[in-house]
């Protein structure tokens, strides 16, 4: 990846608040949209999901999981040239006395004053 496409796909990760977000539910796959942060260094993503939430329960039985992130579609372009983004990864509980957590929230609220 190139210095401009690496520019391209920060933007993309900082800029479009929702992702979709795959899960496994009960061994079949299942999606769902989250609002999303990235961290500052861009190291990692974070979403906030409710314990009441398939998708939390499905993360907590398997933490496999894969996030989708899309550029908004305009009147005249291809839903094929989106720009977007897909991850893959492992989802791990960040609680209020790790060391990370005052850093995610933070990037959270920022993207997101309304959550």
């Given amino acids: 990846m190139d210095a401009s496409e690496s520019a391209a796909l920060m933007s993309l990760l900082r800029t479009q608040p929702v992702a979709s977000l795959a899960t496994l539910h009960k061994g079949a796959p299942a999606v769902s949209m989250v609002p999303f942060a990235l961290l500052p260094d861009g190291t990692g993503f974070v979403i906030h999901v409710s314990q009441l939430a398939t998708h939390t329960q499905d993360m907590l039985q398997n933490p496999t999981m894969a996030l989708l992130v899309t550029a908004p579609l305009a009147a005249s372009e291809s839903p094929l040239a989106l720009p977007r983004a897909s991850?893959?990864?492992?989802?791990?509980?960040?609680?209020?006395?790790?060391?990370?957590?005052?850093?995610?929230?933070?990037?959270?609220?920022?993207?997101?004053?309304?959550?």
Avoid at 89 to 100: L, N
């Fill in 87 to 115: 991850v893959q990864g492992q989802a791990r509980q960040c609680a209020p006395e790790s060391p990370g957590y005052e850093k995610a929230r933070q990037a959270y609220l920022a993207k997101l004053p309304d959550a």
